[in-house]
C-alpha cells in the first residue's frame, strides 16, 4: 500500500457510505418511522376510537369474553376462542374475542370472526369499520423490503447496503483519530470544516445504537444471507430441516399446536370441565396481575381434551419471543410451561438482538429515545453525502464546468434528503384527502410517496441548486406543519381533541408532524442564508509577506504615538 492504514480507511469510509448512501438514507426514515407504526396507523385511522382511560381487571375482562363466547351460537361451533385483553401497551386499545371454525377439506385454516367488546358491559361495539390504509406498517416493511421489487430481491438488496453501513462505521471509527475530541469541537461558518464537524457529532453521539441497529438488521435475515450454513450442518431433506428446527425451537416445535386444527372430519367440542378463571388466576400469578396479553382456548377434539393456553405479556423483555403456559380442561392440571429459559444460547443471542433492533420492549420514554436515534443516524447519513459534495465543489467551480459524477451526486442528494420527507408528507396527506371509499386507496397512498419523490428528482434537476435545496425544504417544512390542520378539518381526532381525552399517543404524532416540520423549516432557513455561497468559488487569503509586516510596523507605531 502506497498510503498508510488509516488513509485506505478513510478511502473505503468515503465510498461505501457514497455508493448506497441514498438507499441507507431511505432504510434509516423509514425504518425511524417504524418505531411508532402503531401509533401512526391509529393516526390513518381515524374512525377508530380513542384509548379507554379506565381498564376493568384481566379477571373482570375474561369474564365478560367468556359470557360473549358461551352465549354466541357460531362460537359455540368453533375450534378455538381467543381473548385479547385491553391494556395500557401498545396496539391493546380494545377488548377483543375471536374464533376460528373447522378447518375446510384442502384449507389452511377455518374461517375467523372477530368482534370487539365494552371492557364494562361485555356487549359487543359497533363495528366501526376503518378506512382501508397502508398505514405505519408499510413505511416500516419499506426499511427491508423496500417497494415494487421482489422481496427476496429487496431483502438481499438492503442486505448488500446494511453490509457497506456496517463497513462504513468500523473504517469511520479508525479514520477519526481523534474522534471523541471531535464530538465536543463545532467550527460554525467554515465551510467543509463545519460540515465535518457535524458529520462527526452525529457520529458519535449515538454510535453504540448505529452499530447495534446495523449489525442486528443482518441477524434479522441471516438465513436468507447465508443460505447453505443449514444445509451444510444438518442436510439437505425436509427430516433435516425438521431436526434443525427441533433442536432451535423445541417447545413449540414439538408441540406442533396449530396441527389439530388442521385434521378433518372430527368432532369438536367447546364444552369443559374445568373454570379458566382460576387457571387465569394461577398464571397471573407468577407473571404478574397484568402479565397475561392473550389467551387461547381450543376445543377437544376427539380423545384430545380441550385446553387452554396463556401467552406472556413480553413487552418488558428484551427478548423476541413468545412465553405460554398451557393447561388441560378436562383436569385443570398444566400441560407445559415454557417460562424456563431452556432454549439455546445462539437462539436467546439472536432473539435478544432481534428484540433490541424492533424495540418493542421499550417505555414510550425509550421509544422515543430509539426515534431520535434513529432521526440523528439519518442525519448522519446526510451530512456525510452533502460533505463529499461541499469537499469536491470548489474544484469542480474553478474547472468552470461540474462533471457528471459529481452533478449526479448533487441532485440526488437534494431528491433524497429533501425529497423523501416531503414524500412522506404526502403519503399522509393522502391519507386524508383520499376519499374513504375509493377502491384501492391504500395501494394510492404508497403510489403518492414515490410519485413526488420521483418528481422531486425530476425538480431537483430542473432548478439550481440552492434553489432547489430551499424549495424542497420549504415544501417538506410547510407539509408538516400543516398536517395536524388538515387532521383538524378532516377528522373528529384532531390533536386538542386527543389531548382533551388524555390519549397521548395518538396526540404524539401529531406534535411530531410540528417539530419534524420546524426542524425542515429552519433547514430551509440555513440554505437560504448560505444561497449565494452554495456555488461561490472560494476567495484564498493572501499571506502577507515579511516585507508587509516590516512596512506596516512603522505605520503602527506611529499610530500608537499620535492617539
Not at 25 to 39: K, N, P, R, S
Not at 144 to 172: E, Q, S
Not at 262 to 276: G, L
Not at 508 to 513: E, I, K, L, P, T
Request: proline share 4%.
Amino acid at each position: 500500500m502506497k498510503e498508510g492504514f488509516r488513509q485506505c480507511m478513510a478511502w473505503l469510509h468515503t465510498w461505501t457510505g457514497l455508493v448506497v448512501g441514498w438507499i441507507l438514507f431511505f432504510v434509516f426514515l423509514t425504518g425511524t418511522a417504524g418505531y411508532i407504526q402503531l401509533e401512526l396507523t391509529r393516526w390513518m385511522q381515524p374512525e377508530l376510537p380513542l384509548r379507554t382511560q379506565v381498564i376493568p381487571s384481566q379477571q373482570e375482562q375474561f369474564n365478560q369474553a367468556n359470557q360473549f363466547l358461551s352465549h354466541s351460537p357460531d362460537a359455540l361451533e368453533a375450534v378455538r376462542w381467543r381473548v385479547d385483553f385491553l391494556s395500557k401497551d401498545r396496539g391493546s386499545e380494545q377488548l377483543q374475542v375471536s374464533w376460528s371454525m373447522p378447518t375446510p377439506e384442502g384449507k389452511r385454516f377455518g374461517p375467523t370472526e372477530t368482534r370487539y367488546l365494552d371492557p364494562v358491559t361485555g356487549q359487543a361495539t359497533a363495528q366501526v369499520e376503518p378506512r382501508d390504509t397502508a398505514g405505519g406498517r408499510t413505511l416500516y416493511r419499506m426499511h427491508y423490503a423496500l417497494h415494487y421489487i421482489p422481496y427476496d430481491i429487496a431483502i438481499r438488496i438492503v442486505g448488500v447496503c446494511t453490509m457497506l453501513m456496517f463497513a462504513a462505521i468500523i473504517t469511520g471509527v479508525i479514520t477519526h483519530k481523534k474522534i471523541f475530541k471531535d464530538f465536543f469541537t463545532f467550527r460554525p461558518a467554515k465551510g467543509q470544516r463545519s460540515w465535518l464537524d457535524v458529520h462527526n457529532v452525529l457520529s458519535v453521539i449515538a454510535l453504540p445504537f448505529y452499530i447495534m441497529i446495523t449489525y442486528s438488521g443482518l441477524i434479522f435475515f441471516l438465513n436468507a444471507y447465508m443460505p447453505y450454513t443449514v444445509p451444510i450442518v444438518y442436510g439437505q431433506s425436509e427430516e433435516d430441516q425438521d431436526r434443525y428446527f427441533n433442536e432451535l425451537y423445541k417447545e413449540s416445535f414439538s408441540r406442533g399446536g396449530s396441527a389439530r386444527g388442521e385434521q378433518h372430519n372430527m368432532q369438536y367440542s367447546m364444552r369443559y370441565a374445568v373454570d379458566v378463571a382460576p387457571l387465569l388466576a394461577q398464571a397471573q400469578q407468577q407473571w404478574g396481575t397484568s402479565g397475561v396479553s392473550s389467551l387461547n382456548i381450543y376445543a377437544a377434539q376427539g380423545e384430545n381434551p380441550a385446553r387452554v393456553e396463556f401467552y406472556k405479556n413480553e413487552s418488558d423483555s428484551v427478548q423476541r419471543k413468545r412465553t405460554a403456559m398451557h393447561f388441560d380442561l378436562s383436569t385443570g392440571k398444566k400441560i407445559s410451561d415454557n417460562t424456563i429459559n431452556t432454549d439455546p444460547g445462539a437462539l436467546v443471542f439472536g432473539r435478544s438482538l432481534l428484540g433490541l433492533h424492533e424495540g418493542s420492549f421499550a417505555s414510550p420514554v425509550v421509544r422515543w429515545l430509539y426515534v431520535l436515534s434513529g432521526l440523528l443516524g439519518t442525519a448522519m447519513i446526510a451530512t456525510g453525502l452533502v460533505l463529499w459534495t461541499v469537499k469536491r465543489r470548489p474544484k469542480q467551480i474553478k474547472a468552470g464546468k461540474m462533471s457528471f459524477g459529481h452533478n449526479l451526486v448533487e441532485h440526488l442528494n437534494i431528491a433524497m434528503i429533501a425529497g423523501l420527507p416531503l414524500a412522506i408528507a404526502v403519503y399522509f396527506w393522502a391519507n386524508r384527502l383520499i376519499s374513504a371509499t375509493w377502491a384501492d386507496r391504500a395501494a394510492w397512498e404508497v403510489h403518492s410517496l414515490y410519485m413526488t419523490l420521483a418528481l422531486c428528482l425530476i425538480y431537483a434537476y430542473c432548478r439550481p441548486i440552492a434553489r432547489a435545496w430551499f424549495e424542497l425544504l420549504c415544501l417538506a417544512a410547510a407539509a408538516y406543519l400543516l398536517l395536524p390542520v388538515l387532521n383538524a378539518f378532516t377528522t373528529e381526532r384532531h390533536l386538542l381533541a386527543t389531548v382533551l381525552h388524555g390519549d397521548y399517543a395518538l396526540a404524539s404524532v401529531d406534535f411530531g408532524f410540528i417539530l419534524f416540520g420546524s426542524l425542515l423549516a429552519w433547514a430551509a432557513y440555513a440554505v437560504w442564508r448560505k444561497r449565494n455561497a452554495i456555488l461561490k468559488a472560494p476567495v484564498k487569503k493572501k499571506a502577507k509577506t515579511a516585507s508587509n509586516v516590516k512596512t506596516d510596523e512603522p505605520q503602527s507605531k506611529q499610530q500608537g504615538e499620535s492617539s
